[in-house]
């Protein structure tokens, strides 16, 4: 039998709660939907993008239990009972989170398109390891894309997190 | 958030009595002169000081730009020049930029145009002198002293007597009702207090917490979600499309066809999402692809639109004379623009008005391709830019502004379209494939004394402008033609130099008719450019043409300077005749400590990593800014790999509007160009383009080693304001391939420098 639109869209269509920044919101939607889809649109949050839809690039980057998360490939059920922090989960433009003033102080963006991802990836890295070399960091960046290549004051920015939160 | 604003709900929003357009009520045509850029008129006159500037009666001012932000600094550096010219701080000047229906159409914001256009005596800049001139006439009569008695500090102009009165206070009730004066004198330099300040991007807060609106963040009561099912295969066309294939998926509401076009719209993303990849399309196979490893000679074989750019007419007799002639091909890949955020619009169509938000860099152009593939009037139409991701010149911005409208025009609701990264890396006009050929003859003393040049460049499509919806994929499968060539044999050039594409290189004297444009010294001159049809859609990608022409240039000029055993940096200096292009050399060189000797670095190993260093100029556009840049590499020898390890440019604009915004654009641009150079390339089958993703299209990620970056801005206050956003990028290929050679010995002609082809370089030694 072929499910209907209106099956789908009506009674069948589970509910799932997501704790986001702090709120706690239910959505109806296909479990399977991907976490970036519930929330950019459902959630209308504008810290994680698409960019690729194939975890390659980072723009959709969350974070869940302090790691880095690739939202564009998660499904929304898998998210359960954990809490996800998008980008405007830090900080406010008048309050700031220590890293988001980091990038501010360096000017470390053009479009700002990738920040979620090269903010929140940096954050996770740090927050789990203060003294990362920059290898580490390095090696943990090169998984993410910054198509302006605005990457020396982005780097410089990391740095200035990481001594700062010291 | 409300999305229906109009010019008047703008005005009185911000509390200014200005005159109130409305697309109902056309005002007299007029000309316009707005530089190189094509516009057509709108209702917005630009000869008219209302339609870029009014003041609000909190003393707000609200400029209104055609020139827009996508992360490459002009909102902050236009909103200095409003703030400078009214005397006010940043803060008291809002900045609208791009609305067909609020600002002047100012066509394209592209090609470095829009400091030239917006800070020089025209347009913007003109628009702002003329309304503090305006200010402090009406401030004289009302406090009874002469202009020249006055001071105005944030907005309030001040008598010697004491006695004050405010901006908002002289406007109040009234619009200017002027227009724009040509000989409204433009603050100086000298008197600057805004401009020429190092100013944050005033977006940084905003994009830091997120609070930024992207095209991507639009919402629209009632919106619904469409995707676009693309041709798989390079020119093929549906057969047929099974509608029912898609029944499954719930939430869609329309699977859209229109010619070649298709796509579906459903409720949420994630369904139109699915529907697009389990919808059946029986395609057409297109005619297949030429064979990608012998492309560029196939190039060479196409018939061509030929134009001879200069000729002295003796070049061969020249060449046949000279003591050595020496010879070399260099060879560019298509590139991708490759934004970060697959390109995303929002468009309602409504039975008769459309509104369209876009990315695109061409607000006023755009209207016009949605008002041909809806039907709908011209003046119904609406188009208002939001910033996208980075685009560095036509990405898929327009093109899915395109989509967006077909298919809210089918479903009757708006309709957000992002496109999937397989839909943008296929389809996007990419940055033209080009293959050069140099040949050059020496004199005695080992000077150049003939060159000749022929460029190829590949093209199909382009910017859509006013008249050409088919230049970009939606158009084409639409229905609509895109440009193609029209082979012409070229005719002996006449004019001015024209030497926008770079294809003359710096060296030549460019004589045309006498008259000698060019910024070097070689009299004995020829440069014919072939344009031949591509078989991708082609487009302006951050320098086009300048960047690879100027590759060819370099890295030619250095092979020259290496085979006369001359310092690549003296050996420039003898063939350079302007000033300003002399000077950039000369500060890179001496900011970069140059190592004055001949290339290749003497007693360089054979094996392991070895370093070099290499130079390269321009005079972008011929005169639309100059820099020159050192780069120093390491090549491991064994792997093939080429670290940049140190960039120095000397970078000349004219007059530095914001020495930050300038430095952010240099550095982002040597990194661009570093990743292009040693990386980017499209590939293909003989069907369809293969890549299509971030693991089979290279760039390179945050974790890179970066380069060291040295920026010396040459500040020039009494010069033109020039553009300089694409004049650093355009070195970076020529410097790298100069300072592998320097290091190596090996000459490395083809873009990009994979380890591969650096081996293969090697080998050939």
């Known amino acids: ?166 | 958030m409300k999305r229906e604003i109009s010019r008047r709900d703008f005005v009185k929003a911000s509390g200014a009595l200005v005159v109130c357009f409305s697309t109902a009520a056309l005002i007299e045509p007029f000309a316009m002169g707005q530089g190189p850029f094509d516009t057509h008129q709108s209702h917005i006159d630009p000869e008219k000081l209302d339609s870029w500037l009014a003041i609000a009666s909190d003393g707000m001012v609200t400029a209104y730009t055609g020139k827009c932000d996508f992360g490459q600094g002009m909102y902050t550096v236009q909103t200095q020049l409003v703030a400078e010219e009214l005397c006010v701080s940043i803060n008291k000047v809002k900045l609208i930029q791009c609305d067909t229906s609020v600002t002047p159409d100012q066509g394209t914001t592209s090609g470095s145009q829009s400091t030239p256009t917006n800070f020089n005596t025209q347009n913007l800049a003109q628009a702002a002198a003329t309304a503090r001139g305006a200010l402090v006439g009406m401030a004289a009569q009302r406090l009874g002293a002469s202009v020249d008695q006055l001071t105005i500090e944030n907005g309030v102009v001040s008598a010697k007597s004491g006695r004050h009165v405010s901006y908002d206070e002289l406007v109040a009730g009234k619009h200017f009702d002027i227009s724009v004066s040509s000989t409204a004198k433009r603050r100086s330099p000298s008197e600057w207090k805004v401009l020429g300040k190092p100013v944050p991007s005033m977006d940084l807060g905003a994009l830091m917490a997120s609070t930024f609106e992207f095209v991507h963040n639009v919402h629209v009561p009632g919106m619904v979600h469409g995707r676009v099912v693309r041709p798989p295969e390079v020119g093929a066309t549906v057969a047929d499309v099974d509608e029912k294939s898609v029944q499954h998926v719930p939430g869609v509401i329309k699977v859209v066809v229109r010619n070649n076009f298709v796509g579906v719209v459903a409720e949420r993303q994630w369904q139109a999402a699915q529907a697009a990849t389990d919808l059946k399309v029986a395609w057409k196979p297109g005619p297949g692809l030429p064979a990608q490893k012998d492309f560029y000679a196939y190039m060479l074989k196409q018939p061509s639109r030929e134009v001879m750019l200069v000729n002295s007419n003796d070049v061969d007799n020249k060449l046949k004379s000279a003591s050595r002639v020496l010879k070399a091909t260099y060879l560019h890949p298509y590139q991708a623009h490759g934004s970060i955020g697959s390109s995303c619009a929002v468009a309602d169509v409504q039975e008769f008005k459309a509104t369209v938000w876009s990315a695109t860099q061409s607000v006023y152009p755009t209207r016009h391709g949605v008002s041909v593939l809806t039907g709908l009037p011209l003046d119904n139409v609406r188009v208002i830019f939001v910033r996208g991701s980075g685009c560095y010149g036509l990405n898929a911005a327009d093109t899915v502004s395109y989509d967006a409208a077909l298919l809210s025009q089918a479903v009757h609701k708006p309709v957000r379209v992002q496109l999937t990264r397989h839909d943008e890396f296929i389809s996007e006009n990419y940055g033209a494939a080009c293959v050069i050929e140099q040949q050059a003859g020496l004199d005695a003393s080992g000077a150049i004394a003939a060159w000749d040049c022929q460029t190829w460049s590949a093209s199909l499509g382009g910017r859509p402008g006013y008249e050409k919806p088919g230049n970009v994929i939606t158009g084409m499968l639409a229905g609509f033609d895109p440009d193609t060539i029209t082979p012409r044999a070229a005719a002996e050039p006449t004019g001015d130099l024209r030497n926008g594409s770079n294809a003359v290189p710096s060296y030549m004297a460019g004589c045309v008719n006498g008259k000698c444009g060019g910024t070097g010294s070689i009299r004995s001159e020829r440069v014919l450019t072939h344009a031949v049809k591509s078989p991708f859609f082609t487009g302006p990608l951050r320098s086009p043409l300048r960047l690879q022409n100027t590759f060819a240039h370099e890295c030619f000029m250095d092979e020259i300077s290496a085979y006369v055993k001359t310092d690549p940096v003296a050996y420039r200096l003898q063939h350079l005749k302007e000033t300003r292009i002399i000077d950039v050399v000369k500060v890179a060189a001496k900011t970069a400590n140059w190592d004055a000797r001949p290339s290749p670095k003497p007693g360089g190993a054979r094996t392991g990593t070895v370093a070099g260093r290499g130079i390269a100029c321009v005079a972008y556009e011929g005169d639309n800014g100059y820099a020159a840049l050192v780069g120093e590499v390491e090549v491991d020898q064994e792997s093939g790999r080429v670290q940049v390890s140190r960039f120095v440019v000397a970078h000349d604009c004219g007059p530095i509007s914001n020495p930050e915004g300038l430095r952010n654009q240099i550095e982002g641009g040597l990194l661009q160009g570093t990743s292009r150079a040693l990386g980017e390339e499209i590939t293909w089958d003989d069907r369809k383009v293969t890549s299509i993703d971030w693991r089979s299209y290279n760039t390179l990620p945050l974790g890179i080693q970066v380069p060291v970056i040295e920026s010396v801005l040459i500040d020039r206050p009494a010069a033109e304001a020039t553009g300089a956003g694409e004049t650093a990028i355009t070195l970076a290929a020529a410097a790298i391939g100069n300072a592998i050679f320097d290091a190596t010995g090996a000459r490395i002609r083809e873009v990009p420098f994979t380890p591969d082809r650096v081996k293969a370089a090697l080998s050939r030694g």
């Open chain 1, 1 to 166: 039998m072929l499910l209907s639109s209106e099956m789908f869209g009506g009674e069948m269509t589970p509910s799932i709660s997501l704790k986001v920044n702090g709120h706690l919101h239910t959505v109806n939607v296909d479990p399977q939907t991907p976490l970036l889809y519930v929330l950019s649109d459902d959630l209308q949050l504008r810290g994680p993008k698409f960019g690729c839809g194939l975890a390659q690039c980072g723009a959709c980057t969350v974070i869940i239990r302090g790691q880095a998360v690739r939202s564009c490939v998660m499904p929304v059920s898998a998210v359960k009972q954990q809490e996800v922090t998008t980008l405007e989960g830090l900080g406010s433009p008048e309050k700031p989170h220590a890293i988001q003033q980091a990038f501010i102080d360096e000017g470390a963006a053009q479009c700002g398109f990738c920040l979620s991802g090269v903010m929140l990836t940096a954050k996770a890295l740090l927050d789990e390891h203060p003294k990362a070399t920059d290898e580490q960091i390095r090696e943990v960046m090169s998984n993410v894309l910054c198509r302006c290549f605005a990457h020396t004051r982005m780097m410089r920015a990391i740095q200035r997190y990481q001594k700062e939160r010291a």
